[in-house]
Protein backbone atom coordinates (compact mmCIF):
# COMPACT_ATOMS: atom_id res chain seq x y z
CA UNK A 1 0.00 0.00 0.00
CA UNK A 2 1.56 2.99 -0.99
CA UNK A 3 1.92 6.44 1.08
CA UNK A 4 0.53 9.37 -0.48
CA UNK A 5 0.23 13.08 0.65
CA UNK A 6 -3.42 12.60 0.91
CA UNK A 7 -2.85 10.06 4.12
CA UNK A 8 0.06 12.03 5.62
CA UNK A 9 -2.45 15.22 6.16
CA UNK A 10 -5.52 12.82 7.28
CA UNK A 11 -2.59 11.63 10.14
CA UNK A 12 -2.68 14.94 11.96
CA UNK A 13 -6.38 14.69 12.34
CA UNK A 14 -6.48 11.37 13.30
CA UNK A 15 -3.69 12.14 16.28
CA UNK A 16 -5.21 14.69 17.45
CA UNK A 17 -8.78 12.82 18.44
CA UNK A 18 -6.52 11.34 20.67
CA UNK A 19 -5.35 14.63 22.56
CA UNK A 20 -6.44 13.53 25.70
CA UNK A 21 -4.60 10.27 25.90
CA UNK A 22 -1.53 11.68 24.49
CA UNK A 23 -1.75 14.50 27.27
CA UNK A 24 -2.42 11.77 29.85
CA UNK A 25 0.61 8.81 28.66
CA UNK A 26 2.88 12.40 28.58
CA UNK A 27 2.18 13.26 32.28
CA UNK A 28 2.57 9.51 32.99
CA UNK A 29 5.80 9.93 30.65
CA UNK A 30 7.29 12.71 32.22
CA UNK A 31 6.51 11.22 36.59
CA UNK A 32 8.09 8.35 35.47
CA UNK A 33 10.74 9.73 34.01
CA UNK A 34 11.51 12.09 37.26
CA UNK A 35 10.70 9.11 39.77
CA UNK A 36 12.48 5.91 38.05
CA UNK A 37 15.90 8.12 37.82
CA UNK A 38 18.69 6.68 39.76
CA UNK A 39 19.37 7.84 43.10
CA UNK A 40 15.76 9.94 43.20
CA UNK A 41 15.23 10.97 46.90
CA UNK A 42 11.94 10.05 48.84
CA UNK A 43 10.47 13.29 48.71
CA UNK A 44 10.76 13.80 44.90
CA UNK A 45 8.91 10.60 44.39
CA UNK A 46 6.18 11.46 46.91
CA UNK A 47 6.09 14.97 45.66
CA UNK A 48 5.53 13.48 42.17
CA UNK A 49 2.29 11.58 43.46
CA UNK A 50 1.33 14.25 44.90
CA UNK A 51 1.18 16.48 41.58
CA UNK A 52 -0.32 13.17 40.11
CA UNK A 53 -2.56 13.42 42.78
CA UNK A 54 -3.86 17.27 42.13
CA UNK A 55 -4.05 16.66 38.44
CA UNK A 56 -6.59 14.17 38.67
CA UNK A 57 -8.30 15.95 41.36
CA UNK A 58 -8.08 19.15 38.55
CA UNK A 59 -9.41 16.47 35.51
CA UNK A 60 -12.42 15.52 37.79
CA UNK A 61 -12.79 19.04 38.68
CA UNK A 62 -12.93 19.94 34.95
CA UNK A 63 -15.28 16.92 33.80
CA UNK A 64 -17.68 17.97 36.38
CA UNK A 65 -17.58 21.51 35.43
CA UNK A 66 -18.55 20.89 32.01
CA UNK A 67 -21.18 18.45 32.87
CA UNK A 68 -22.83 21.42 34.80
CA UNK A 69 -22.45 23.91 31.89
CA UNK A 70 -23.96 21.13 29.51
CA UNK A 71 -27.10 21.33 32.08
CA UNK A 72 -26.97 25.12 32.12
CA UNK A 73 -26.00 25.21 35.88
CA UNK A 74 -23.31 27.85 36.70
CA UNK A 75 -19.70 26.83 36.92
CA UNK A 76 -17.43 26.12 40.02
CA UNK A 77 -15.40 29.02 39.78
CA UNK A 78 -19.16 31.12 39.09
CA UNK A 79 -20.57 30.22 42.08
CA UNK A 80 -17.08 30.35 44.32
CA UNK A 81 -17.59 34.02 43.21
CA UNK A 82 -20.79 34.31 44.06
CA UNK A 83 -19.75 32.82 47.74
CA UNK A 84 -17.37 34.96 48.82
CA UNK A 85 -19.51 37.92 47.41
CA UNK A 86 -21.88 37.43 50.46
CA UNK A 87 -19.04 37.14 52.74
CA UNK A 88 -20.76 38.84 56.12
CA UNK A 89 -17.93 40.86 56.99
CA UNK A 90 -17.56 42.18 53.72
CA UNK A 91 -17.96 45.49 53.17
CA UNK A 92 -21.23 46.57 50.79
CA UNK A 93 -22.68 49.77 48.69
CA UNK A 94 -26.80 49.30 49.40
CA UNK A 95 -28.72 51.37 47.49
CA UNK A 96 -31.83 51.78 48.49
CA UNK A 97 -34.81 53.06 45.89
CA UNK A 98 -38.29 54.92 47.01
CA UNK A 99 -40.73 56.00 44.60
CA UNK A 100 -44.30 57.43 44.78
CA UNK A 101 -47.23 57.45 42.92
CA UNK A 102 -50.73 58.75 42.72
CA UNK A 103 -54.27 58.32 40.56
CA UNK A 104 -56.49 61.03 40.60
CA UNK A 105 -59.71 59.12 40.77
CA UNK A 106 -60.63 55.74 41.76
CA UNK A 107 -64.14 54.10 40.48
CA UNK A 108 -65.58 50.62 41.91
CA UNK A 109 -68.44 48.45 41.01
CA UNK A 110 -69.77 46.13 43.60
CA UNK A 111 -72.91 43.83 43.62
CA UNK A 112 -74.68 42.27 46.26
CA UNK A 113 -76.84 39.73 47.24
CA UNK A 114 -79.35 38.54 49.57
CA UNK A 115 -79.86 34.36 50.62
CA UNK A 116 -83.11 33.40 53.29
CA UNK A 117 -82.83 30.19 55.03
CA UNK A 118 -85.80 28.27 55.71
CA UNK A 119 -84.81 28.26 59.91
CA UNK A 120 -84.46 25.23 61.69
CA UNK A 121 -87.19 22.19 60.95
CA UNK A 122 -89.02 24.10 57.93
CA UNK A 123 -92.40 22.49 56.85
CA UNK A 124 -92.98 21.92 52.84
CA UNK A 125 -95.11 25.66 53.28
CA UNK A 126 -91.76 27.49 54.38
CA UNK A 127 -89.66 25.91 52.37
CA UNK A 128 -91.86 27.28 49.60
CA UNK A 129 -92.30 30.31 51.11
CA UNK A 130 -88.19 31.00 51.31
CA UNK A 131 -87.78 29.78 47.93
CA UNK A 132 -90.22 32.47 46.49
CA UNK A 133 -88.76 35.22 48.40
CA UNK A 134 -85.33 33.68 47.18
CA UNK A 135 -86.60 34.19 43.29
CA UNK A 136 -88.36 37.58 43.63
CA UNK A 137 -84.79 38.55 45.29
CA UNK A 138 -83.07 37.14 42.66
CA UNK A 139 -85.35 39.19 40.17
CA UNK A 140 -84.82 42.16 41.38
CA UNK A 141 -81.55 42.15 41.70
CA UNK A 142 -80.99 41.33 37.60
CA UNK A 143 -83.39 43.81 37.10
CA UNK A 144 -81.38 46.71 38.87
CA UNK A 145 -78.06 45.17 37.47
CA UNK A 146 -79.84 45.87 33.97
CA UNK A 147 -81.00 49.08 34.56
CA UNK A 148 -77.32 50.39 35.85
CA UNK A 149 -75.54 48.54 33.02
CA UNK A 150 -77.89 50.83 30.32
Known sequence: MPINTSRIRALWPWLVEARFAWLTLGVIAAA??????PHTPEPVIRLTGLVLQLLGI???????????ALFGHPSFAK????????????????VIAAGSGSLAAITGKARGYVTQGPGPNPTIETRIKTLEKKYISHSRAHQWHREGDG
Open 79 to 94: KAKSWLERFPLRRRNI
Open 32 to 37: LMVALR
Open 58 to 68: GTVIWGISETR
